[in-house]
């Protein structure tokens, strides 16, 4: 005779289960990043190709360390940027245009949009372009949402704003200031071909420089090559994601 062993579950357990399944099933209106086909998080390529990003700034003294080593190493990265910020440091946004590396935009404030207004949203947006436009006579066409959290209202008015969400792969959490090291070794061990490498400028100090520094080293070791994120879009082409001038 085959025994059939059971299990006793909390009585609590199957009402829980039924909260889960109700949610997975009928509330799939919010996503963080990795798991929308409408956003971007990486391109599928053979090529070693890879885009480094860089949230949050412009910042008064880490952009520019991080400028210059992108400068030294021969390397463009996209800038995503909050419009507040700009507006406090406009010349170091005309610097990173200046110097070949892609705009985007990551909101005014760096706050969620979650459970806003649509017409906050759009003031979010249409804040941050116009900081930008006082700048540089062009509008970008890459969002990142502040936290990488969307749902579907930002995901409708970035499209009709003609914006495409932007996220990332690969994100070694630099903005928690771990050890130099731990940056480099977060970013080699998750690389492949299409990466969109997350990392931040908003705050000082960040191990964000000298980490990245190495990261380029050692990834040009391995062959990588360093594009922005609107080239890799067009190497496979998503979409053609070039400026919009006014």
């Known amino acids: 005779m085959r025994m059939v062993a059971t299990v006793k579950l909390p009585r609590y357990f199957g009402g829980v289960l039924a909260v889960i399944i109700g949610i997975i099933l009928f509330e799939p209106k919010l996503a963080l990043w990795g798991h929308d086909p409408r956003t971007i998080t ?90 930008i436009r006082k700048v540089l006579p062009l509008r970008p066409v890459l969002f990142r949402p502040p936290g990488g959290e969307y749902n579907d209202t930002v995901l409708t008015i970035a499209k009709e704003k003609g914006y495409s969400i932007v996220l990332w792969n690969i994100d070694p959490k630099d903005w928690t200031r771990p050890p130099v090291q731990a940056v480099r070794d977060n970013v080699l061990k998750s690389i492949a071909p299409g990466s969109i490498i997350l990392l931040h400028d908003g705050q000082y100090p960040l191990p964000t420089p000298k980490a990245l520094a190495l990261i380029i080293d050692q990834l040009r070791e391995q062959g990588y090559e360093f594009v922005t994120v609107s080239e890799l879009l067009q190497l496979q082409n998503i979409r053609p994601t070039l400026f919009r001038h006014y």
Do not use: C, M, W
């Open 42 to 131: 990486q391109i599928s390529t053979a090529h070693k190709i890879i885009a480094l990003t860089i949230d949050d700034g412009p910042h008064y003294k880490t952009t520019p360390e991080i400028l210059a080593v992108l400068r030294e190493k021969n390397v463009h990265a996209t800038f995503f940027v909050l419009g507040a910020n700009v507006d406090e440091r406009p010349d170091i946004l005309a610097q990173e245009a200046a110097e070949g590396h892609e705009i985007a935009i990551h909101g005014y404030h760096h706050n969620s949009l979650l459970g806003i207004s649509q017409s906050r949203i759009k003031e979010e947006l249409s804040k941050t372009e116009e900081a």
